[in-house]
């Protein structure tokens, strides 16, 4: 069993920065692929960015040269860079883990556990 919770989300204006963080609780986070989603209001929820437990990443198009995630395995910890925010960036994000690898950690279902959500609002 992994629990998983999100903080660091906020209200920022548009061209500003945020780093969200995701902490883990059990054993097992270190050999896992650890992934940020996000939801806006009345859309799917699509993948962000994801680390593997070997530092490998993956981002979305939309969010390349601005986010950057990290891993800190000792604190069991997973963060989230957000530069040069845009309005469109506002949903809730998610903190996600799984045991994928490859093109597999783009999916929505390869993660088998997600954190609560934490709301980022960009304004213009």
């Known amino acids: 069993q992994v629990q998983l919770v999100e903080s660091g989300g906020g209200l920022v204006q548009a061209g500003g920065s945020l780093r969200l963080s995701c902490t883990a609780s059990g054993r097992s986070f270190s050999s896992r692929t650890m992934g940020w989603y996000r939801q806006a209001p009345g859309k799917e929820r699509d993948f962000v960015t994801a680390?593997?437990?070997?530092?490998?990443?993956y981002y979305a198009d939309s969010v390349k040269g601005r986010f950057t995630i990290a891993r800190d395995n000792a604190k069991n910890t997973v963060y989230l860079q957000m530069n040069n925010l845009k309005p469109e960036d506002t949903a809730v994000y998610y903190c996600?883990?799984?045991?994928?690898?490859?093109?597999?950690?783009?999916?929505?279902?390869?993660?088998?556990?997600w954190g609560q959500g934490t709301q980022v609002t960009v304004s213009s």
């Open positions: 680390i593997s437990w070997g530092g490998g990443t």
């Open positions: 996600a883990a799984s045991y994928c690898s490859g093109a597999a950690c783009y999916h929505t279902g390869s993660y088998d556990y």
